[in-house]
């Protein structure tokens, strides 16, 4: 399998290491090309995304690697941008970057409060019974939503963790995965970005840090992916740089027995498919 990973985190966001950490572990393992994605700059989150002034030294810090490396791998820079309601328009297309993984982590209220979903069980909880009411049914819905406005408005090239929403979901205790109705808002939101190209993450972040057994998303909604043609990359959210390639080998063996036969690729600039 050519080995790739386009969405990373270093030390320019919430991660442990400098990026040519991640380069130098990417080349002894082999890897043909790497993307960064740091979180991008939003009004809200002070604490894990890449500030709007450091955006400059974060371009010329991966351009001086993308030239460093040239001979030994290739090298992009992304960005994790999170979307929500009311967001600027041209806040996907603001910075020169290589590609766009559209990401949703919350929900933020008029205020400006911040309703996680990626987050600690109780602020979770606090997002279902303070800013859905208790309905986790309208919470599933507004999130399958958004994805569809993301796409239609924002154009990104990958949707990051498609569902996350099942990331406090232990034991099922807010939905079932097997409920008919949560698979519709599931398919709804598939049958909408079918023709439209973009791809989805198929991200381990969750299995190598030890709280999930499956990806995003989940093998059903993988196999119905497949079905419909929906091209992934195979990515580890790697927050730090020993994750870079984290249960590469069990999800490549997932997305297989979900009818998958390629994944997508960066080679020479364009997104090319190659067999898993
Ligand atoms: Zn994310
Ligand atoms: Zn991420």
Known sequence: MILTNY????SFSDGTAFPEEYVLIAIEKGFKSIGFSEHGP????????????KVDEYFAEINRLKDKYKDKIEIYIGMELDYYTGLEENSFSKYDLDYVIGSIHYFPDKEGN?????????DFHRTIHEF???DVKAFVKEFCDRIIDM?????????????????????????SESDPRYREEIMRVFRFIS??????????GGITRGFMTVPYPSPWALKEAAKLKIPVVLNSDAHRPEHIDG????????????????KMIIKDGNWVPVPI
């Open 7 to 10: 969405h990373m985190h270093s």
């Open 42 to 53: 939003t009004p809200f989150n002070k604490h894990w995304e890449l500030p709007e002034n």
């Open 114 to 122: 911040i309703f996680g979903i990626d987050c600690k069980p109780e």
């Open 132 to 134: 859905f009411k208790g």
């Open 151 to 175: 796409v239609d408005k924002f154009k990104p090239d990958i949707i990051g963790h498609f569902d996350l929403i099942k990331i406090n979901n232990f034991n099922e205790m807010y939905f």
């Open 195 to 204: 023709d439209k190209g973009t791809m989805l993450d198929v991200n381990t």
């Open 247 to 262: 249960k590469f080998e069990n999800v490549s063996k997932i997305l297989k027995e979900c009818g998958y036969t390629e």
